[in-house]
């Protein structure tokens, strides 16, 4: 533990957290645990992490009595479409093919600025109270969404996503919105291009994607190997893995985020261990459990590559929630089934990949994701007391199963707390919940409209563009 610094005598700490057991890493950057600690916040990042007893007499204009409580760097949902809150629960136990073309692209080719605002606002509500401090969002109409990132308090990296069925327009708007955004909401905002997947944007506009992200120093977030038949679709037309269409199109030599990769093969872990840029890759376990996918993101051979696996929940249609910490639990489980292996991936590895992992995954490896000195203040305290997590023999094995994301009693973001003992600050849920009832019969009607793309066993055409 790092005592409070001379900087102190600056005047009064803006937050002290006391009382908590602490998540802390160590130089190896192994999970360990800090008890009866205090956390000491000035400017927005965490100035020391100290004894209870050493920070009970410092100046400050907040404290925060955590006793019984746990500190964890925020959780991080490195790939989700907020907006489509909207969609929850419409289209259950169907195939992916049906679930894009007959449900969700024939909703979203009429959502307006104002529908995606309500549904990124509702969003960010449930991020704040399930522990997630931090988002990766890749949509449509982002703007709206940018501005409720700024309301909420959140902290995102945020992509104009665009299909080639838009034509030069949609990487246009794509990279016009990451430049002007970019450092938005005193810097609580990060950009990315945004290009869709493989399957719907080709290959002249994944490499053209890849000189515009050199050229003006951004990240690339998209879909790419989401499932097997995605894979085998990709190599009956092109001759090509999803995988090796990124390497051949120059995306592998940049900073990339790779949404799922359930479908990466043994044959592209060459094409993965050759890249240049900053490759990693965000698995949502729920949604393929729902898909009934054959695979899952292949976390163990990704690991031995040095490419970071951040934990997501893709978009709420899909997976049902905006629930990170289930995700964690998720990971660990479905990776020893998978594996068949009941020693991998243990509780602290997964906290690794909540923390970490999901950190340099969208880019902030060294802002968030430890609780630290120099780290951003993303912080959130976890209610140990219920009976479900009763009695604690292994602290990491609490907090990744039994532990539920409504133990979640306080979240802070850059040193601003967003929720206090379960109270929501900094969002007005019952304003947009009643707006979205009067908005969604509209929205829901399908006997109008079209669709925003098309998916297909073939592995995707464009359409009216979105």
């Known amino acids: 533990m790092t005592p409070p610094t001379a900087r102190s005598a600056r005047g009064p700490a803006d937050l002290v957290v006391t009382g908590c057991t602490v998540l802390v890493h160590d130089a190896q950057e192994n999970v360990g645990f800090a008890e009866d600690a205090a956390v000491v916040v000035r400017g927005g990042r965490v100035e020391a992490v100290t004894g209870a007893a050493a920070a009970a007499g410092l100046p400050a204009a907040e404290r925060i009595d955590a006793r019984g409580q746990v500190a964890l760097p925020g959780l991080i949902n490195c790939h989700t479409h907020s907006p489509m809150t ?154 090509r893995t999803p995988v090796e269409v990124l390497e051949r199109t120059g995306l592998l030599g940049t900073d990339l985020l790779l949404a799922h990769g359930t479908g990466i093969l043994e044959r592209d872990l060459p094409a993965l261990a050759r890249a240049s840029g900053r490759v990693s890759v965000a698995s949502s376990p729920r949604g393929y459990l729902r898909f009934a996918w054959p695979a899952t993101t292949p976390v163990r051979a990704l690991r031995d590559l040095g490419i970071p696996v951040g934990l997501a929940t893709d978009g709420a249609a899909s997976n049902g929630s905006l629930d990170v910490w289930e995700s964690m639990a998720l990971l660990a489980l479905v990776q020893k089934q998978a594996e068949g292996d009941p020693r991998w991936l243990t509780s602290r590895q997964a906290l690794h990949h909540a923390t970490v992992q999901s950190a340099r995954a969208v880019g902030l490896g060294d802002e968030i994701g430890g609780i630290a000195p120099g780290r951003r203040a993303d912080i959130v305290l976890v209610d140990l007391s219920g009976p479900h997590t009763a009695p604690v023999h292994d602290l990491a094995a609490t907090l990744v199963h039994s532990a539920r994301s409504a133990d979640v009693r306080t979240t802070i973001v850059n040193g601003r707390v967003l929720m206090r003992d379960r109270s929501l600050l900094t969002v007005d849920v019952p304003s947009v919940a009643a707006e979205l009832r009067e908005r969604l019969p509209a929205l829901t009607d399908r006997s109008r409209g079209g669709r925003v793309q098309t998916y297909g066993k073939d592995g995707g055409r464009g359409r009216d563009g979105a």
């Open 86 to 239: 909207l969609l929850r629960g419409l289209a259950e136990d169907v195939p992916i093919e049906e679930w894009f073309d007959d449900h969700v692209w024939v909703v979203e080719s009429r959502l307006t600025d104002r529908d995606v605002e309500l549904g990124a606002r509702l969003a960010c509500a449930e991020m704040i109270r399930a522990g997630v401090t931090c988002f990766a969002d890749h949509y449509f109409a982002m703007d709206a969404v940018a501005s409720a990132v700024a309301e909420s308090g959140l902290r995102a990296q945020l992509g104009q996503a665009y299909f080639s069925s838009q034509g030069p327009e949609g990487r246009e708007r794509s990279l016009d919105f990451a430049l002007r955004h970019r450092g938005a909401a005193g810097g609580r905002i990060t950009t990315a291009l945004a290009p869709h997947a493989p399957y719907t944007v080709d290959e002249a506009d994944l490499a053209a994607t890849a000189r515009l992200a050199h050229e003006h120093g951004l990240p690339v977030h998209l879909h790419a190997a989401e499932n097997r038949d995605q894979t085998e679709a990709s190599l009956a037309r092109h001759g």
